[in-house]
């Protein structure tokens, strides 16, 4: 055949890219159980950091297997719930959501189907459930744990694809913004359950705000901070009926004890 040819240059071409594709194949193939463990582990990794058992650094130094051990210790139970806030199913204990299953879920909730919202609750009490949405330049998402039967905000880690570095990257990349979460609220019952604001919450003397549901945006990434805000609000009107139940619940039991005490001390007097 002539290597000069038109005929030749296609078929030569034609041939390598067949051969390259399916190299490449070959290796996403043989790789894919290694992403899928490293993407479960760093998706443990982010609840957990959020539920305050350790940082996502300290996490990610002690390699996969010693965080699914450390999450299996931890972990007490997992489930679906709908928007109805009632329980649809349980979830087996190496079930996590990934980004990819979270964008699902989003577009499901925003009226493509019946959304599967997983509560994941550990032995301390701590329950944690995720957030996703769009920032500006790609997906951000996250984890929000709650204090035992609250809507107190107890830690929060957040990530994102492709935010700008030093600016929309901070809601990552910046442990003071993901701190600010903390002992806020979530108010289930308004509108807007979170606010992320532009030119700052007020503060007191400490510089806590004095709005339980409101922080500060990031400076110079109002759009990154809008997105999150948006996704947060999304997500957590979705779980609403779900935690005004359980603070509810959470309620009547510390009603309960406070009127057995009470009965225990008429009797103490009495005697």
Known sequence: MNTNSNLYT????????VVVAAVLAVVSQSLKGRQEANEK????SQMMTAAGFGSKEEFGKIGNAAVLARYAEEIDRAFVVGPDGQKVA???LEK????????????????A??????????K??????????????????GYIAFEPGSNVIKG??????SETAGLGAKIKDDPEFQHSFDGEMIDFAGVNPFDIVKGGAPKDEAGKSLVDNKIDAITGATMTSRGLENAIDVWMA???????AEVEDSSDDVNANDDVNGDDAKEVKED
Do not use: C, R
């Open 90 to 92: 349980d979830l087996p």
């Open 10 to 17: 296609v078929i030569y071409t034609t041939l390598i890219v």
């Open 96 to 111: 996590v959501y990934s980004p990819s299953e979270l964008k699902k879920q989003n577009y499901n909730i925003k009226g």
């Open 113 to 122: 189907d019946t959304p599967e919202l997983p509560v994941f609750i550990f």
């Open 238 to 244: 979705t779980y609403a009926k779900y935690f005004l």
């Open 156 to 161: 929060a880690y957040f990530d994102h694809e």
């Open 41 to 44: 582990a760093d998706t443990i």
């Open 124 to 141: 301390n009490g701590v329950t944690v459930v995720p957030v996703y949405g769009a920032g500006l330049w790609g997906p951000v998402w």
